[in-house]
């Protein structure tokens, strides 16, 4: 089983820029789909973006499309999540996640870290 561990949130002014890291240990994710997703109080989890295995395609939400970029370094088993023009509304708890078994989905998960963008 892989254990994720996110890091990397934090209290950051519209318009600016955060970078968040997620870790796995317990097993190599070098042959895994990555992904992140957030969660916004009162709302749904939703996607924000998603990375191949070797890194030759990424996948976004229309809303982060252009401001977010993901990223993975599979020799430090780590994905990454660089965040910029930061809007209040990106405010979430972010997860990170990972698709282990072909055609389940993303089944692990991270813990989150809080995002909060102020005004």
């Known amino acids: 089983q892989v254990q994720l561990v996110e890091s990397g949130g934090g209290l950051v002014q519209a318009g600016g820029s955060l970078r968040l890291s997620c870790v796995a240990s317990?097993?190599?994710?070098?042959?895994?789909?990555m992904g992140w997703f957030r969660q916004a109080p009162g709302k749904e989890r939703e996607f924000v973006a998603q990375?191949?295995?070797?890194?030759?395609?990424?996948y976004y939400s229309d809303s982060v499309k252009g401001r977010f970029t993901i990223s993975r370094d599979n020799a430090k088993n780590t994905e990454y999540l660089q965040m910029t023009s930061l809007k209040p509304e990106d405010t979430a708890v972010y997860y990170c996640?990972?698709?282990?078994?072909?055609?389940?989905?993303?089944?692990?998960w991270g813990q989150g870290t809080q995002v909060t963008v102020s005004s």
């Open positions: 990375i191949t295995r070797n890194s030759d395609r990424t």
């Open positions: 996640a990972a698709s282990t078994r072909p055609g389940s989905g993303y089944d692990s």
């Open positions: 317990g097993r190599t994710v070098s042959g895994y789909t």
